[in-house]
């Protein structure tokens, strides 16, 4: 089976640096993704580790490493429009959809 | 943006009423995906299609089915409706890739707020 573990609530401040802990377990997926939803709207995609490391993309940054089944979201600069939930999301050995967390909701404050 | 959508939005129905929400596509996108999103749960999988007439269960699939005569659109269909089923409903799509070069990124339609009383 697999599950992932997220905190349910981060809050930070504005031009702060935040980062989103997604814990796995799994017997065996292809990567690691993260989606951002925002209240109201569809989930869209943010970044994918499929190797151990790190992934940078603008001011997003995401963390892989296999060997202790953890990743990260890391945002910098926070900007009041990232309040929002993220989610992490694996697709497991064979199979073509997606297992997500329950999320992390994120409140950016002035 | 992916061109999908989604119909109803919303939708308000009484409990033992059959209800099916419609995801129609114009990605020509192989996937496609139903979701429910609860509190708490974040999304989680009721259905699935690898294809016109493929479909595949998830892991909350009780109490629906799905159908998927045309590449673009994928059917989800609560024969009786019941309260526990009132949720937000997502469809996605995503690409048939290699393994290898998967990024695993879905898009998402805007969702479908079902209330079922």
């Known amino acids: 089976g697999q599950s992932l573990e997220q905190p349910s609530e981060v809050t930070a401040v504005e031009g702060a640096i935040v980062q989103i802990n997604c814990t796995y377990q799994?017997?065996?997926?292809?990567?690691l993704s993260w989606y951002q939803q925002h209240d109201g709207g569809a989930p869209t995609f943010l970044s994918y580790n499929a190797l151990d490391g790190l992934e940078e993309t603008g001011r997003f940054s995401s963390f892989l490493s296999r060997s202790d089944s953890y990743g990260y979201l890391l945002l910098q600069e926070l900007q009041m429009k990232d309040s929002a939930s993220y989610f992490c999301a694996v697709r497991r050995t064979g199979r073509r959809a997606l297992t997500f967390g329950s999320g992390t909701r994120l409140q950016v404050q002035p | 943006d992916a061109g999908i959508t989604q119909s109803p939005r919303h939708k308000v129905t009484e409990t033992g009423t059959p209800v099916t929400l419609r995801c129609h596509q114009t990605e020509n996108h192989r996937y496609m995906y139903w979701y429910r999103q609860d509190p708490g749960h974040g999304l989680r999988l009721i259905h699935y299609s690898y294809g016109v007439k493929d479909t595949d269960k998830g892991e909350v699939s009780d109490g629906y089915s799905v159908s998927r005569s045309k590449t673009e659109d994928f059917l989800l269909t609560l024969e009786s409706a019941t309260s526990s089923q009132t949720s937000v409903y997502f469809c996605?799509?995503?690409?048939?890739?290699?393994?290898?070069?998967?990024?695993?990124?879905?898009?998402f339609g805007p969702g479908t707020r079902l209330t079922v009383l």
């Open positions: 996605a799509i995503s690409e048939s890739k290699r393994t290898s070069g998967s990024k695993n990124e879905q898009f």
């Open positions: 799994t017997s065996g997926f292809y990567g």
